[in-house]
C-alpha cells in the first residue's frame, strides 16, 4: 500500500552498524527521519551522511533520532564509513541499516524502477513519536539533499504541532507564521496571540511566532 502523510510508518527489524534495530521500538518516544541512499562508496551518499553526522546536535535539539539506509550490508557500510569520516570531517554518530534484501527500500517505495532497477532515490521520512509519516521528501540519486531544508520542515512541523500556525514561504525559525484561516473568534485570537496579528487579507493573517 502506498505511504502518505499521516499513515504509520511500517515497523521493520533489520541490522545496522549499531546492531539490529527494531524499527518502532528503535523510534520510543521521539522523532525520527529514515532517509536513503542509492548505494554505499558513491560521492553524494558520502557527502551527505558526514553532513548529517555533523548536524546531529541539531537533531538532538529537536529530540529527532536519524537513520540511513542503503542496500548494501553493514559489512560494506562499515568499510564506507571511514570513507566518510575522513574525507566529511565527520564521525558517523547514527546507525546505518544494512538492507542488502531490500526489505526496508521495498517497504517504504525507495526504488522507483523508472528511475533505476537497483539504486533507491533519495527519500526522507520525516515520523512523530505516534511513528506517523509527518513528512516525505523525495528527491533524484543525483542531487544532494539539503539537510537544513529538514530541519526546517521539523521545526515547522514541531512548530504546528503546538500553535494555530502554518509557515509560510521560506519560513525560518523566528520568522512571523500565519493564523490558520479556521480560526476566527475573535476572543480566541486574542487569546492564543497575546502579541497580535495583521491581517493583509481575511484569510492572510500574520503573526509573530508564538514560542519565541
Ligand atoms: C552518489 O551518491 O553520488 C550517486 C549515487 C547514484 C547515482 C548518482 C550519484
Keep these: 500500500m502506498a505511504l502518505h502523510i499521516g499513515s504509520i510508518a511500517p515497523d521493520f527489524e533489520q541490522d545496522s552498524t549499531a546492531g539490529k534495530i527494531k524499527f518502532h521500538e528503535w523510534i520510543g518516544q ?27 546536535a541539531e537533531f538532538d535539539k529537536r529530540n529527532v533520532k536519524m537513520l540511513a539506509v542503503s542496500v548494501d ?10 570513507d566518510i569520516e575522513e574525507t566529511q570531517n565527520a564521525q558517523m554518530n547514527f546507525p546505518i541499516l544494512g538492507d542488502a534484501d531490500r526489505k526496508v527500500a521495498t517497504l517504504y517505495d525507495m526504488i522507483h524502477p523508472e528511475a533505476n532497477d537497483t539504486l533507491t532515490v533519495r527519500s526522507v521520512f520525516i515520523i ?30 514541531q512548530l504546528t504541532d503546538n500553535y494555530k500556525v502554518a509557515t509560510p514561504v521560506d519560513w525560518q525559525d523566528g520568522d512571523d507564521c500565519v493564523i490558520v484561516p479556521a480560526l476566527t473568534d475573535p476572543e480566541e485570537l486574542k487569546q492564543r496571540f497575546p502579541k497580535g496579528y495583521r491581517a493583509l487579507r481575511p484569510y492572510l493573517r ?3 511566532q508564538p514560542n519565541k
Excluded at 550490508?73 to 571511514?82: A, F, I, L, M
Excluded at 512523530?128 to 539537510?147: E, L
Design 73 to 82: 550490508d553493514v559489512e560494506s557500510h562499515k568499510r564506507w564509513t571511514s
Design 30 to 56: 521521539t522523532w525520527a527521519i529514515l532517509f536513503s541512499h542509492p548505494k554505499d562508496f558513491t560521492p553524494v551518499c558520502t557527502t551527505e551522511l558526514g553532513r548529517a553526522a555533523n548536524l546531529k
Design 206 to 208: 500574520l503573526t509573530p
Design 128 to 157: 512523530d513519536p505516534n511513528k506517523k509519516i509527518r513528512a516525505i521528501i523525495t528527491y533524484p540519486a543525483s542531487t544532494g539533499r539539503n539537510f537544513s531544508e529538514i530541519l526546517r520542515v521539523i521545526d515547522s512541523l
